[in-house]
């Protein structure tokens, strides 16, 4: 039976056209409106209590601004009893004052609900918030780095060049996600964001292993052929791997609740962002560096002798 052959490369100036406005689109919304920070990043106090019966989170959003909470969100989370209470700093409080911060919510909210249970209460200072934002982009940034290397070592630079492309597209296309819709972006964000490039990556390093054992075995045929051919080969393991991974994804966003909505949710963009990259931005990259055979195959041993092959 013959295998299905996609012309990949065919479309590749489409596909620079399409990357070339999601990464408009994303920059410019990360520059004009930047990220919904969450407490994590921001500070502020997060509150989850528990209700006799189901109420409408907008009601109780609306007597928390009467009460003097201001620019608070809340959400059902588990069941439509549960309440999770996202309220940032007020800056007309004391230190003292943002540490009670959330025993002064939940006292508010049991004046208004006397059945309501308290589940936990926690604070996030400025500084926590500060000094988390700073590890964050740093671990992204090293984790680019380190992934340049790696390629470098064992493929070539054209690879190198391509893979760091490819992930910082993905970063930045699931970024700029979060900031146009304003989702909130925090630590289990933060934590799928890596996720997305180890997937990526590892997508991305599978379709390269075959795009080079392809230039090595060609004795003939234009760069965009082989790679095409490469990319055909592997279509297969990068369907099956990315539907499965998908479905699992999925299930998390539908019934993991609003808690892990945001890392269920930053993953599954990042994984069909991926897949797109590996096939479209990463080998896209290896035709603009104009790679060749040559700079894929294997250097011979030297042989000790005389310049005429022979032995003294």
């Not at 808690?259 to 931005?281: C, D, E, M, N, R």
Request: hydrophobic letters at 50%; glycine letters at 10%.
């Amino acid at each position: 039976m013959k295998t299905l052959q996609v012309d990949f490369m065919g479309k590749r100036l489409i596909a620079m056209v399409f990357s070339a406005v999601l990464l408009t689109v994303s920059l410019g919304s990360l520059f004009f409106q930047g990220l919904n920070l969450g407490l994590d990043f921001t500070g502020g106090s997060l509150v989850e209590v528990k209700l006799a019966s189901k109420v409408d989170p907008q009601v109780v959003r609306g007597y928390l601004v009467e009460s003097g909470f201001a620019n608070g969100t809340v959400q059902t989370f588990g069941s439509d009893e549960d309440l999770l209470i996202r309220v940032p700093p007020q800056q007309e409080l004391g230190i003292a004052g943002q540490a009670s911060l959330g025993d002064d919510i939940f006292t508010a909210l049991a004046a208004q609900y006397p059945d309501i249970v308290l589940q936990q209460s926690n604070y996030v200072g400025p500084a926590v918030g500060d000094e988390l934002a700073q590890d964050g982009g740093l671990a992204l940034l090293t984790a680019l780095l380190v992934v340049m290397l790696y390629i470098l070592f064992r493929f070539t630079k054209q690879f190198s060049v391509g893979a760091v492309v490819a992930l910082a597209h993905d970063v930045i296309i699931v970024l700029g996600c979060f900031s146009l819709f304003r989702w909130t972006f925090d630590l289990t964000v933060l934590a799928a964001l890596l996720a997305v490039i180890g997937y990526s990556l590892n997508d991305t390093i599978v379709v390269s292993d075959r795009i080079r054992e392809n230039f090595r075995r060609a004795r003939r045929g234009a760069p965009v052929e082989i790679i095409n051919e490469a990319l055909n080969q592997t279509l297969g393991r990068t369907l099956v791997t990315s539907l499965t991974t998908l479905f699992v994804l999925l299930a998390l966003l539908l019934a993991g609740g609003e808690v892990i909505s945001g890392f269920a949710t930053a993953l599954s963009i990042g994984v069909v962002i991926g897949t797109y990259s590996s096939i479209y931005v990463a080998a896209n990259v290896l035709l603009i560096m104009n790679i060749t055979r040559e700079d894929l195959l294997v250097p011979e041993p030297k042989q000790d002798g005389n310049e005429d092959g022979s032995y003294p």
